[in-house]
């Protein structure tokens, strides 16, 4: 994995031992690769001074990094979180814990639910590390959505430590973890932490409680469906909401956008006050285009003051954090300029935590070097025997240079210079030409070279003594300031946190702000009633990618008359994309963003349910139907009158009667049972007649035109039922060989002539003879089905089903 040699050391016995290494200066390298393959990776350091240590230097694990505690810059990235999770169960309560160490975030809930369900509520911190007990780890479900989702398991069983040593660590934890299984899972979480860092965890401060179903539920299928933070082609963020989304300035802010997304509130009161803001914003745009320059200069503060208080912050990054709080003021000052009394209000909240500032001005130099080892990082008058030191290094470099004249001028040798090196120290060289002329006493032969002599004498030798104990005093004392400094600044860390949170939400909303002035969002109304009404709504990125090409569409559902919209149409002409788009407009809004139409008013929606797609989950053993049924499953079986579901031709992964039946019954059990907001699509035309027997569904349909003998999407839904697919014409558009293209139609002509509207559901018993219509097969055609037939794809590379398929063209050809 790491491509290193393995190589053997003499050990004394009669085997060599084996070893292999890295660089040190390089391991960070290597680290990353072994923890992101899901290795463990223990640091062990000599943790006494070698000069004092009698015999073999002693040596311990100072920390321990795995997966999902990850501190390094080079491992992660700025605009996501990095969580660890832990999982606890004590009778059927689950506690979940979420910390991210590289910000010092920590998320505690507790839940009642099926293991699957607590791991798709896991799944949205997009952990990289799960902990769990011995009594879990087994657990082959467990085992396998922890495989998919490429979360690495580790067991751990806690350390039996008191439960109070958490007061410590979190002042208000009695206040936050009030249930006895919150406050053992976020012990157990802990225990892991201190078990691998090794260290007090000062920043872990930022506690909080939170209760799932006070969010807007989105499982995994739904997020992933619906493109929330991954595209689903790419599975990067590039494609998806959150990338659309984020115009924020700084990393924290992007972070929080994030967990935003992930969780849209179900508060009324928070939506409008999130709105309130934004719509400041939007009212005075200059200004706001003012404060995004400043908050561009701000850092990442969230992880600055976490490595600050961790021991790991560079000179750099205390330069970084000094920098960014000299923006602060500025950023005050900007938002107490916006007329409205919010913003007024968020800039006297915000503190500029001045002392730091200062602090670090007075003792870090401008721009200070990447490497410790040469020092120059504390600025001069900081440390008072710093400058000591100082004088002496920059007086003793005069002094030679002094004590190198005066030798010239005493002896007469023109060329004299005093040198340095590692062995010897400081020397005074003379070239073999003028060996004649150096004094009989005093000079001591130290050294012989090709051209030269050097010499040293007492003198020289007293005054290296001073400047090497200098230098390395300096250094010793400026590593020492730097940690005193760092310690000055971790007992505010808090403070620093606070700060980092307020910054990123007026990031998050200056974001909504900036990308609804560029497309033109507008306030949803945001109500307590059952209503989603949208008028002119639009696929924020899908129109995005196509802005001049863009149809509007109005979406009109409620819990009377329009509870179930069924949408028929053509392929491509627009149905997912609408459905999408209205699940996209409700989250957008319920995360108080602005959102893309013309008018909506939104009811508040406490879960989304999506059934987008084909897609089938080989590794769970799945087909395409059986995971579309699951899907379905799920959204009949959790929905509440408040939720939204998405079917998106349910159905069609079975026979047409199958689908059509199973269809027809989930429109029947959504309306009558359920009653929740339901956006149905189908290519079953023959379900429009439900309109006239369930009062609460309406017909719509993606209209098309035929011209010249060519479809035409006009991308608009309108009232009613489609009565044609135009599949054939998708078909054609596709590029399919002109041949199958009119053979097509010819079949499609048939069987139109020969069934009445009503066969297809109805008859069953009659089913149509599809294959009197098909041409006659030929022996060569009948040898090539059953060897297609017999092809196993999963037993082959797709290499070889791409030669596989040669093969069989070329017999075709040969005929
Ligand atoms: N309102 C719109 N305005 C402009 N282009 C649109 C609109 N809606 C969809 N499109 C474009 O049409 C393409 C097909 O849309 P979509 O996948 O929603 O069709 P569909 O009816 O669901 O098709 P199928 O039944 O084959 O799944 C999209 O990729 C998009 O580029």
């Not at 007061?167 to 012990?187: A, K, N, R, S």
């Not at 599975?235 to 935003?260: C, F, I, N, P, V």
């Not at 290519?683 to 006239?692: D, Q, R």
Request: charged content about 25%; overall charge negative; aromatic content about 6%.
């Amino acid at each position: 994995m790491l491509e290193i040699t393995l190589t053997a050391r003499d050990g004394g016995a009669s085997e060599k031992i084996p070893m292999c290494g890295v660089p040190f200066h390089s391991a960070a390298a290597y680290i990353e690769k072994l923890v992101s393959g899901g290795h463990r990776v223990a640091i062990c350091e000599q943790v006494e001074n070698p000069k004092h240590a009698k015999g073999v230097v002693r040596r311990e694990v100072v920390r321990v990094i795995t997966p999902g505690t990850v501190m390094e810059e080079n491992m992660l990235s700025a605009t996501e979180n990095h969580f660890l999770t832990a999982l606890y169960k004590k009778d059927d309560t689950y506690g979940i814990a979420a910390i991210d160490l590289s910000t010092g975030e920590c998320f505690v809930s507790e839940l009642q639910q099926n293991l699957v369900n607590v791991l798709d509520e896991i799944a949205t911190f997009e952990p990289k590390e799960l902990v769990v007990s011995t009594s879990l780890i087994h657990n082959s479900i467990l085992q396998s959505e922890c495989k998919r989702l490429g979360i690495v398991v580790s067991e751990f069983d806690g350390n039996g430590q008191d439960v109070n040593s958490l007061i410590e660590q979190f002042p208000e934890v009695h206040v936050i973890c009030t249930t006895e299984v919150l406050m053992e899972t976020l012990h157990y979480a802990y225990q892991y932490l201190l078990q691998t860092q090794k260290r007090s965890l000062g920043h872990l401060k930022r506690l909080r409680r939170y209760y799932a179903n006070s969010y807007m539920l989105l499982d995994e299928v739904a997020r992933r469906n619906l493109e929330l933070t991954r595209s689903l082609q790419s599975e990067k963020r590039a494609g998806s909401l959150l990338s659309h989304l984020d115009h924020t300035a700084t990393a924290m802010g992007s972070r929080m956008l994030k967990q935003w997304l992930d969780k849209p509130l179900l508060s009324r009161e928070q939506i409008i006050n999130r709105q309130d803001i934004v719509s400041q914003f939007i009212d005075e745009m200059i200004l706001l285009e003012e404060l995004t320059d400043h908050l561009k200069r701000v850092y990442d503060l969230e992880r600055l003051a976490a490595r600050v208080s961790f021991g790991s912050a560079s000179p750099r990054d205390l330069f970084q954090l000094r920098k960014s709080l000299e923006e602060i003021p500025v950023i005050k000052e900007k938002l107490g300029s916006f007329s409205s009394p919010i913003l007024k209000q968020l800039a006297m909240n915000l503190d500029v935590c001045q002392e730091i500032q200062s602090l670090i001005a007075a003792a870090i130099v401008d721009d200070p070097p990447i490497s410790l080892k040469e020092g120059g990082i504390i600025r001069e008058g900081f440390q008072a025997e710093l400058d000591k030191l100082r004088d002496i290094q920059q007086n003793g470099k005069g002094w030679i240079a002094k004590l190198e004249e005066q030798e010239r001028k005493r002896t007469g040798i023109k060329s004299l210079k005093v040198g340095y090196n590692r062995i010897f120290g400081y020397y005074l060289e003379v070239t073999k030409s003028n060996l004649h002329l150096v004094p009989a006493e005093g000079y001591i032969r130290k050294q012989t070279l090709a051209n030269a002599e050097r010499y040293i004498t007492t003198e020289l030798k007293e005054q290296e003594q001073l400047i090497l104990h200098a230098n390395e005093r300096s250094l010793e004392l400026e590593m020492e300031t730097l940690k005193q400094v760092r310690q000055t600044i971790a007992k505010e860390v808090l403070r620093l946190q606070k700060l980092a949170a307020k910054i990123a939400e007026i990031d998050v909303l200056h974001s909504y702000a900036t990308i609804s002035i560029r497309y033109q969002y507008v306030r949803p109304i945001i109500s307590e009633d059952n209503r989603l009404y949208v008028q002119k709504g639009r696929h924020p990125v899908v129109e995005a990618a196509q802005y001049e090409n863009y149809v509007a569409n109005d979406v009109h559902l409620d819990c009377d008359q329009r509870q179930v919209l069924l949408i028929t149409g053509p392929n491509m002409a627009g149905k997912s994309t609408y459905m999408r788009q209205v699940a996209l407009i409700a989250i957008m809004a319920q995360i108080g963003c602005f959102v893309p139409a013309e008018k909506a008013e939104i009811g508040l929606i406490d879960r989304i349910f999506t059934r987008i797609g084909a897609s089938d989950d080989l590794a769970r053993g799945h087909s395409t139907f059986m995971v579309e049924m699951m899907e379905t499953c799920e959204a009949l079986r959790e929905a509440t009158s408040k939720s939204l579901i998405l079917l998106d031709e349910v159905g069609r992964g079975t026979s047409t009667y199958d689908g059509m039946a199973l269809a027809h019954s989930i429109v029947e059990y959504v309306h009558h049972e359920i009653g929740a907001k339901t956006l149905f699509s189908t290519h079953y035309h023959e379900l429009v007649k439900l309109e006239a027997e369930l009062p609460k569904l309406t017909n719509v349909h993606a209209k098309c035109v035929e011209k010249d003998g060519k479809v035409v999407f006009l991308h608009r839904i309108v009232s009613g039922g489609a009565d044609r697919s135009y599949g054939i014409h998708v078909a054609e558009l596709a590029g399919l060989p002109v041949p199958v293209i009119n053979r097509a139609k010819e079949i499609l002509t048939h069987l139109e002539e020969s069934r009445s509207p009503e066969v297809a559901v109805a008859k069953e018993e009659e089913p149509l003879n599809l294959f009197s219509f098909l041409p006659e097969v030929s022996p060569v055609e009948e040898e090539i089905a059953k060897e297609i037939q017999s092809w196993n794809l999963m037993e082959h590379t797709p290499m070889e089903s791409l030669q596989f398929l040669q093969t069989l063209q070329q017999k075709l050809k040969s005929k």
